[in-house]
């Protein structure tokens, strides 16, 4: 099992960045594929990027590809979303997920689905201003 804690959120202007982390408990972090999705009031959760276990793939939702960047550091056992260029409808609660297992051959099929993940955090709030 793993629990994860998301931190780094807060209010910002637009254009200004963010960076949110998401802290992993367990010895197995580096096995497990990384997720951020966010949900703003009145919609759906959605995926925002992912990132494998080894950092050899990444995927981004075309709303944020340019201006977000997955990392990760499997020494800290933590996940990193780098966010620049901040627009007002980027404003939602942003939670990092985790799981493993996913094939490498359609990861990039799955990794989007927030149904495939089985570990969330509680989520930090991101809000900004125009």
């Known amino acids: 099992q793993v629990q994860l804690v998301e931190s780094g959120g807060g209010l910002v202007q637009a254009g200004d960045s963010l960076r949110l982390s998401c802290a992993a408990s367990?010895?197995?972090?580096?096995?497990?594929?990384m997720g951020w999705f966010r949900q703003a009031p009145g919609k759906e959760r959605e995926f925002v990027a992912a990132?494998?276990?080894?950092?050899?793939?990444?995927y981004y939702a075309d709303s944020v590809k340019g201006r977000f960047t997955i990392s990760r550091d499997n020494a800290k056992s933590t996940v990193y979303l780098q966010m620049n260029s901040l627009k007002p409808e980027d404003t939602a609660f942003y939670y990092c997920?985790?799981?493993?297992?996913?094939?490498?051959?359609?990861?990039?099929?799955?990794?989007?689905?927030?149904?495939?993940?089985?570990?969330w955090g509680q989520g930090t709030q991101v809000t900004v201003s125009s």
């Open positions: 367990g010895r197995t972090f580096s096995t497990y594929t």
């Open positions: 997920a985790a799981q493993r297992g996913m094939p490498t051959t359609v990861w990039r099929t799955i990794a989007q689905r927030s149904d495939e993940y089985g570990y």
């Open positions: 990132i494998s276990w080894s950092a050899g793939s990444t």
